[in-house]
């Protein structure tokens, strides 16, 4: 039986180096959640993005129901995207 391996977004082939706009993180959160809707693993690869607005940080990261986002592994995030990620999913938390 062969394993399958979960899709993978690689943000910045979507969007560029530095990911800004509460528009775009929209539509790619609609696409994660709609991956997710199906059952699937996800893996978002943040290698090479430089630089995220805290808009598209809250967009993507922030609205993506716990329930999906237990489905998403985030990759490749430098330290600083790492915390900006967590601080978006944990403002919206509160």
Known sequence: ??????????????????????????????????????GDEIIVDLEGVEAISPSFADELFGKLPVAIGER???EGASPILDEIARMAR???AQ
């Open 1 to 38: 039986m062969q394993l399958q391996t979960p899709p993978m977004i690689r943000l910045v082939d979507e969007f560029g180096p530095v990911l800004a706009g509460r528009g775009r993180a929209t539509q790619m959160r609609k696409e994660i959640e709609a991956l997710a809707g199906r």
């Open 72 to 74: 998403i592994s985030f």
């Open 90 to 92: 944990t403002g919206r």
